[in-house]
């Protein structure tokens, strides 16, 4: 249902094994056993995320530089698992660009988590519709590098001394870094512009105002662009996977080397880099036409166009499709008891919850004041009710705290679903007799007490 992934492993059991964790996040799984099986496996395939693990005939940052001569760029991220004290292999896989590289044996929450955040930026790229080719040809590819100005890196601690400690372990040419603490967070408002990157330490004695720190910087005008990277203790690893679903680009331990810590850093700089380059040649209109600036998920303007596409695609491929509507349940009361700015602090907290929780190839939109469309390409009826009651048990588990102090809060969702499937007429299929069915079917778990899903079994006529 999500996105194609290759792994590479010359032992069989190892595949399998992960094959089996992919499969059961909705993930589609190709298998090659050797590097040079892979590269030809690609080329057919086209995967939207390789995971090397052993590889029987070359080295990981031989095969990263391979697929990208084979593939040309941009070639799908690599992902490399490789066993503890590798540490030559995993710089050498860094410097040769590596999206991820992750120490076996790892945590099946945190690799998943990796997952869906290399596969959520990738997906932001996909969604421009803006490959190198047609970028060149409209203009929109990225200069020529000429004099580059220092790229500006924002570290923040619970402590002004440890922000300077790894303020000097950052310390490199090409690099303007600021340490604050997290008591003075706001100052990074005074810089005399807004950072390219931020690291964030986050330890025990700092677990809540960490998190709380890391929810504003993604919804702040001024840091919300920034690449997060978090650095978190080892008392707390467990939040690695929360942190990454929560819009971290890149989480390690703070224990993390020196040289590994520069070379994550400057990967995730190069990536900005790119990025604005790109957003600086479209138009400021375009992001603000298709995106909710509250939220960060797409506006109904985009989710009904995307709608049409992905209906017409499903009919053409014979393959089945749905619609879901969400809606927090009595969301008044929470702008009622807390205010206006805590009923927004709720619905962009539960928003990027949602978004995680939704398999990487789904579309999720805010249509109305507390109302949600998601959109699941390539799906079934079992599918849609597993994603669908994931996404409410989601909702219902996630406490979200308020700037004030006051809180936590927490909220409940309804949900009603439709599906389009191929022996559906194409003539009751369209965008609006679908999503009315829907909304019946939202109704219907409404009606039924909330926080309930309902799946409405008649095809749109």
């Known amino acids: 249902m999500t996105g194609r992934i290759l792994i590479v492993d010359a032992l069989a059991t190892n ?3 992960l094959k089996v964790k992919l499969s059961a996040a909705f993930y589609r799984v190709v298998q090659a056993r050797s590097g040079h099986d892979a590269i030809g496996l690609a080329r057919r395939a086209r995967p939207d995320l390789v995971i090397i693990g052993d590889l029987p005939d070359m080295k990981p940052a031989d095969f990263i530089a391979r697929l990208e001569r084979e593939l040309g760029t941009p070639a799908p991220p690599v992902l490399a698992l490789l066993p503890h004290g590798q540490g030559a292999l995993r710089i050498a896989a860094l410097q040769a660009g590596a999206a991820d590289v992750i120490t076996q044996p790892y945590d099946e929450n945190v690799l998943l988590a990796r997952l869906r955040s290399i ?3 990738r997906q932001l790229d996909a969604d421009l ?13 990225e200069e020529p ?17 440890r922000a300077e400690a790894l303020r000097t372990r950052l310390a490199g040419p090409g690099l303007d870094i600021t340490a604050l603490g997290h008591g003075e967070p706001r100052a990074a408002a005074t810089l005399r512009r807004a950072p390219d990157a ?3 330490r986050i330890g025990p004695e700092n677990t809540k105002p960490g998190l709380i720190l890391l929810a504003e910087l993604q919804a702040a005008p001024r840091t919300r662009r920034a690449r997060v990277v978090a650095l978190i203790d080892d008392d707390i690893a467990h939040l690695a996977a929360p942190v990454l679903d929560m819009g971290a680009h890149d989480a390690q331990p703070a224990t993390i080397d020196d040289r590994e810590l520069a070379l994550r850093l400057s990967f995730q700089l190069s990536q900005k880099r790119r990025s604005d380059a ?3 040649k479209l138009e400021d209109g375009l992001q603000a036409a298709v995106v909710d600036q509250l939220t960060g998920l797409y506006n109904r303007r985009y989710a009904l166009s995307y709608l049409k596409r992905m209906i017409a695609e499903a009919h053409a491929a014979g393959q089945t499709c749905a619609v879901l509507v969400a809606d927090l349940d009595h969301f008044k009361s929470v702008n009622d008891t807390h205010g206006h700015a805590a009923g927004d602090t709720v619905l962009a907290h539960v928003s990027a919850r949602m978004r995680a929780a939704l398999p990487a190839d789904s579309m999720i939109a805010r249509i109305g004041g507390e109302e949600f469309l998601i959109a699941l390409p390539d799906t079934s009826l079992s599918g849609v009710r597993h994603v669908a009651d994931h996404l409410r048990r989601v909702v219902r588990d996630t406490a979200v705290p308020l700037p004030s102090g006051e809180g ?5 969702i309804s949900i009603g679903a439709a599906l389009a499937t191929p022996t559906t007429p194409r003539a009751q299929t369209d965008v609006g007799k679908l999503v009315a069915q829907a909304d019946k079917a939202l109704y219907g778990s409404k009606s039924g007490g909330r ?3 309902t799946v409405c079994m008649r095809p749109a006529a």
């Open 15 to 17: 595949r399998i094994v």
């Open 119 to 121: 596969m959520r930026h």
């Open 129 to 141: 519709g803006m490959p190198p080719d047609t970028a060149h040809a409209l203009g929109f590819a």
């Open 145 to 161: 590098a000429g004099f580059e100005r220092p790229q500006s890196v924002v570290v923040l601690a619970d402590t002004i001394e």
């Open 198 to 200: 931020i690291v964030l």
């Open 278 to 280: 790109l957003r600086g």
């Open 408 to 412: 936590p809060v927490r909220v409940t």
């Open 451 to 453: 926080d309930t899903v």
